[in-house]
Nanobody, 124 residues
Framework: VQLQASGGGLVQAGGSLRLSCAASGFNLEDFAVGWLRQAPGKEREGIACISASGSTMYADSVKDRFTIFKVNHKKTVYLQIDSLPPEDTAVYYC???????????????????WGQGTLVTVSS
């Protein structure tokens, strides 16, 4: 099982980015994938999750600006981030615990497999 996150970069406040998480070794039709982030000086937090069936969950802090979706045959999960404020600067990770649902999405200790992280820097 491997995950590879990409798409981060430097963006101005108010801008948008689309992050990608390429999965291998498992099928997105069978297992959930979550996105988490760690801002400088802060603990890692779960922000979005998509289940095997396609149901989505969002943290309150991002639910009006972030959209998680997937393309199963491309084995890729995406995180569309809009209206970025500087406080969204963080390393963004995708992860899976190889369960079909997102019941433990906000507990990073539940995840067994992690992508390497992709840095998003929002300039003011």
């Amino acid at each position: 099982v491997q995950l590879q996150a990409s798409g981060g970069g430097l963006v101005q406040a108010g801008g948008s980015l689309r992050l990608s998480c390429a999965a291998s070794g498992f099928n997105l039709e069978d297992f959930a994938v979550g996105w988490l982030r760690q801002a400088p000086g802060k603990e890692r937090e779960g922000i979005a999750c998509i289940s095997a069936s396609g149901s989505t969950m969002y943290a309150d802090s991002v639910k009006d600006r972030f959209t998680i979706f997937k393309v199963n045959h491309k084995k890729t999960v995406y995180l569309q981030i809009d209206s970025l404020p500087p406080e969204d600067t963080a390393v963004y990770y995708c992860a899976t615990d190889l369960s079909p649902n997102c019941l433990s999405a906000w507990y990073d200790g539940s995840y067994d497999y992690w992508g390497q992280g992709t840095l998003v820097t929002v300039s003011s």
